[in-house]
Structure formats: structure tokens, C-alpha cells
């Protein structure tokens, strides 16, 4: 069992949290949840050790792993991908090659009474102990199991991983943990970079595999599947629910609920306490009885209510201007970077008002099909937009297009037209700017701060087709359902290139799944989409069998 013992973090003259505690246990699949600067980033890289607490401490058993994936990564790119991954047995091979080393030495040295053989002796049996109580594992076979179901292909082992985005590179550190079968694994947005299918395969494995795991993630359908037990960093304090997220937020609605009621019912008792005491203070013969009121109040505990955020703003989108029938229509389009093929002879057709989500495994082509339709490449084949489209469109590096030297008002106020322009405050707030955020430059912003603002430029614009590839990325919960009711009421056609689930469910009614170099049309929704590909995995199964 690892213990978080009465932490807390202050950074100058604010309190992030104080006397935090609880108890990991060793199956415990927990959702470290919160709004943003509540402090559960700080909190992972504390119990991991990448951080110092002000005061407190984490104690685990001397053999305890704990293995850590944070939201960023500074990687090196010295090795091929089956290298890096490989580098999870690293402690193993060492302690092999240090075996063999010593008893190649015990062979040749024949100072068998002295102090210095005796040492090699009981190092080598410690060593050995060690070494062959650990499960025998064909690591090759693991390291292409965990890379292969991360969504590398078996092409990919053997380049650099200098060759690979970010993202891709986050899934080799996330395979390096994986392979390490540690005892407590903290995941920061682990969600972030994978695409659908390989997020079922992390939900599998964390489920099957692992033991203990704390996760912070926006993916609510990621962490209703992995987890069961919630624990909530408020105001400086955290809560603990055994229940997954869905659960946790009817339990965290029934106990504000309660401290509500608390709270309206220790005013109104302070209330009368104080009118009694500024009533009666002067006089003689209710002193004693003044006196004592004033004491217990001073000694009262008072009640907080843990905060809410009220905003009920609802986003939409302006009106679309009436499109043609069928906005988009490709015919027999195919893509090739020299010989690797992306997709050949794709066809689809999307008509006007349809919402409709492209999915399939990184790589199978989704944001070509997207640049595609936007002009931005060449291809064969044919692409028509139809009479009277207005794109809007939402890159993944929307964020760097902005503006650096504007304001985080500016950049708002500069596109806003007609009522909205009073509500700009309001919608900054909705997106997390608030107080002086509003007022500083994009080009000290984060990465983050700089998705949110770039999704907030594209709800004001006047735009009939809205082309949105991996927009939450980077938003929380909140922010995703307020986006999410947005576009449910938006009028125009909708194309969503996401990985996220839950985001997708109940929004796109048509799903392009990428595969193959094809693309194949679904005439379902995500959820029955994602229920019939899991029957056709198993089927797949099945046939190798």
C-alpha cells in the first residue's frame, strides 16, 4: 500500500492544498478529478517524486515502482522505437549481464577463503534470487504486443523516433510503462494522442493488466471504464468517493446539497446571535448571556460550501447560411506520398445539416481527407464543395495560427459582431479566462489556453460546413459540454475528426471509419459503431484460432 501523508502545497503566498491524505491500494483504479489549478497535476508529480510537497510526504514499500506518463514530454531521439520501448527491461538486462559477468569471474579466481570472493558470492545469490523469481517473459514478444496495440505498426520498430510526432512519441514512454508492470501507474491526459481503438486497448489492459492507477483525464468515457473510485482536489481539500466519475457527480451534488443546507442554517444562527449581541450589549443584566454568545461565536467553525460554477452560459453557433444540398462530395480520391499509399478511390458524400465523425486508427488518413477537402494538398481523383459552402475550419495546430501580440480580448473583441459583443467576458469565463487572464498576449499563453481560444474564434463565425480535426484535445469537461451542446444545435454540416467518445456520442450520426487504405461508411452512430467493431474484432479472433 503507498500512503499520501497530510501533503500540502503553497506557492508564495497561496495554498494549493493542505494536510492532504489518503491511502492507494493495491487494485484501485482511481480518477483524480478537479477543476483546472486545482492542484492534480502538482499532486501525480508529487506521489511520483518529480515534485516536493511544502510539507508531508508519500511512503511505499522499498520495492514499490511507481511509473509516471506527465501531460509533456522532453524525449531524447537517439534510438529506433523498439529500442526505446525495449529500455522498460532495462533493469532486468542489467542485472543479467551483471550475473554472468560474476560467475565468468568466480570461474577463473581462486581465492575462495578471502573476504573478496565471499562479497561476489552473496552478491551473485542476490542477485540471482532476484533475477529468476521474476516471471520468465519473452520480451521481444511483449515489447511488439504493447507497441502493436498502442497502434505501431510492425514497419514503424525499427525507424528512429525522431521521425515521430509528439504524440507518437508519447506512446512509446506510455509503452515503456506499460511493460514495466509497476506496482502504482499516474497518468496525466493519457487520452490526449491516441485514437479510439487504441484507447480501448489501454482501457483492456489497465483493467486486466494493472495494478494500482491514478489517471487524470477529460475522456468521461475513459475513466467511467477504468476506474472505481473518484477523488475530487477542491479548495485545498479532496474528497474520495469509491465510485467512477458518473456516480461521483450525483454523490458531489447530494453533498453540496447538504452543505448548502448547513451553510443557510449556521447564518441564519449567527445572524440571530448577532442581533441579540449588538441588542443587548448594553445592558446589565443580559452580560453574561451577551458574553457567552460572543465567545461561541468566536469559536465557531464556520461552514464553506465547496464551490459551483454557476455560468450558465450556453454557446451557439450564428445562423448558417443556407448551403447546397451536398456540401461535400468526393468521388474515386486517392493520396500517396511517394510510395506509401494513404487511402485509393475513397468515396463519400455529405449533405447539408448531416453530422458526421471520422474515425479510424492515426495514420489511416483522416486529416489528408480533411486537407483534401480544404485545398490545402493534391490528390487524385475528385473533390466537389458544394454551391454556397462556407468552411469553418479547426486544424490541429489551430492554436499557433493565432495572433500573438493581440490580447486574449482582442482577439475575441476583433470578430465578435451584434449581442455577443456584450458577452465577451461571459465566454472568456466559460472557456477559463477570468480576472487578468483576459488581458494578456496569446504569445504567453499555453498550449492549451491557446486551443480553447482558437475554439472560441470558431463559434463566432458565420460558417454553413464546420470542419473540426481533434478539438478537445486540450479542454476539460466542462468546456467540452458547453462546445458539445453548441454544435448539437448548430444547423449547418458538421465533420468531427476525434477520438474522444464520449464527445462524439450522441453528436455525429454517421461515422467514415479510415482503414486499409479505405474509407467505409457507417450508417450508425459512434456507440453502434464502436459495438459492431467490437464483435468484428472478436470475429477476427476467432478466424485466427
Known amino acids: 500500500m503507498i500512503t499520501v501523508n497530510d501533503i500540502s502545497v503553497q506557492f508564495g503566498g497561496t495554498t494549493l492544498f493542505s494536510n492532504v491524505s489518503f491511502a492507494i491500494n493495491e487494485n484501485d483504479k482511481i480518477a483524480l478529478m478537479g477543476k483546472n489549478g486545482a492542484g492534480k497535476s502538482t499532486l501525480l508529480k508529487i506521489i511520483a517524486g518529480a ?68 562479497a561476489l558470492i552473496e552478491r551473485v545469490s542476490e542477485l540471482s534470487e532476484k533475477f529468476y523469481s521474476i516471471e520468465e517473459v519473452n520480451y521481444e514478444a511483449e515489447v511488439e504486443k504493447v507497441l502493436k496495440g498502442l497502434g505501431f505498426e510492425r514497419s514503424d520498430f525499427n525507424r528512429p523516433t525522431s521521425e515521430f510526432s509528439g504524440g507518437w512519441r508519447m506512446r512509446i514512454e506510455l509503452a515503456k510503462i506499460l511493460l514495466q508492470k509497476p506496482d502504482l501507474i499516474l497518468l496525466d491526459e493519457p487520452t490526449n494522442h491516441i485514437d479510439i481503438e487504441s484507447v480501448m486497448w489501454l482501457e483492456d489492459f489497465l483493467i486486466n493488466s494493472a495494478k494500482a492507477v491514478i489517471v487524470i483525464s477529460h475522456d468521461r468515457a475513459f475513466v467511467d471504464n477504468i476506474t472505481n473510485r473518484t477523488i475530487e482536489v477542491t479548495m485545498g481539500r479532496i474528497y474520495d468517493y469509491k465510485a467512477n466519475y458518473s456516480y461521483y457527480l450525483e454523490l458531489r451534488k447530494d453533498r453540496r446539497v447538504h452543505q448548502q443546507k448547513a451553510y443557510d442554517e449556521q447564518q441564519k444562527m449567527i445572524a440571530e446571535n448577532t442581533e441579540f449581541i449588538e441588542r443587548f450589549k448594553g445592558t446589565y443584566s443580559k452580560t453574561n448571556q451577551v458574553q ?57 458524400v455529405i449533405e447539408r445539416g448531416e453530422k458526421v465523425a471520422f474515425v479510424g486508427k492515426n495514420g489511416e488518413g483522416k486529416s489528408t481527407m480533411i486537407k483534401a477537402i480544404m485545398g490545402e494538398i493534391d490528390f487524385q481523383g ?164
Do not use: C, W
Open 51 to 118: 515534485s516536493k510537497p511544502s510539507s508531508g510526504n508519500i511512503s511505499a514499500p522499498k520495492e514499490a515502482v511507481i511509473a509516471y506518463l506527465p501531460q509533456h514530454l522532453l524525449a531524447k531521439d537517439n534510438a529506433t522505437v523498439f529500442e526505446e520501448t525495449s529500455k522498460a527491461f532495462a533493469e532486468i538486462f542489467t542485472m543479467k549481464a551483471e550475473i554472468e559477468k560474476i560467475n565468468e569471474e568466480l570461474t577463473v579466481r581462486t581465492d575462495y577463503e578471502s573476504d573478496a570472493y565471499m
Open 292 to 348: 457567552s454568545r460572543v465567545k461561541m461565536l468566536e469559536k465557531l467553525v464556520l461552514v464553506e460550501v465547496d464551490e459551483v460554477d454557476n455560468s450558465s452560459l450556453r454557446l451557439k453557433f450564428p445562423p448558417a447560411p443556407r448551403s447546397g444540398q451536398y456540401p461535400v462530395v468526393v468521388s474515386e480520391l486517392s493520396k500517396n506520398y511517394g510510395e506509401h499509399v494513404v487511402f485509393n478511390n475513397a468515396n463519400l
Open 382 to 545: 475528385k473533390m466537389e464543395i458544394g454551391h454556397n459552402a462556407k468552411i469553418g475550419y479547426f486544424a490541429q495546430n489551430q492554436a499557433s495560427l493565432l495572433d500573438e501580440n493581440l490580447s486574449v480580448f482582442e482577439t475575441i473583441d476583433q470578430i465578435a459582431v451584434g449581442d455577443i459583443r456584450t458577452k465577451i467576458k461571459d465566454m472568456l469565463g466559460a472557456f477559463m479566462f477570468s480576472g487578468d487572464d483576459i488581458t494578456k498576449k496569446v504569445k504567453v499563453l499555453s498550449g492549451g489556453e491557446k486551443t480553447r481560444l482558437a475554439m472560441i474564434k470558431l463559434l463566432l463565425e458565420p460558417v454553413n460546413v464546420l470542419i473540426l480535426d481533434e478539438p478537445t484535445n486540450h479542454l476539460d469537461l466542462k468546456t467540452k459540454d458547453i462546445i458539445k451542446e453548441a454544435l448539437k444545435d448548430f444547423d449547418g454540416t458538421l465533420i468531427l475528426v476525434s477520438h474522444d467518445r464520449d464527445f462524439l456520442d450522441g453528436l455525429a450520426a454517421k461515422v467514415f471509419e479510415f482503414t486499409h487504405k479505405r474509407v467505409k461508411e457507417h450508417f450508425e452512430d459512434v456507440a453502434g459503431f464502436l459495438a459492431h467493431k467490437k464483435i468484428e474484432n472478436l470475429r477476427e479472433i476467432e478466424k485466427k484460432n
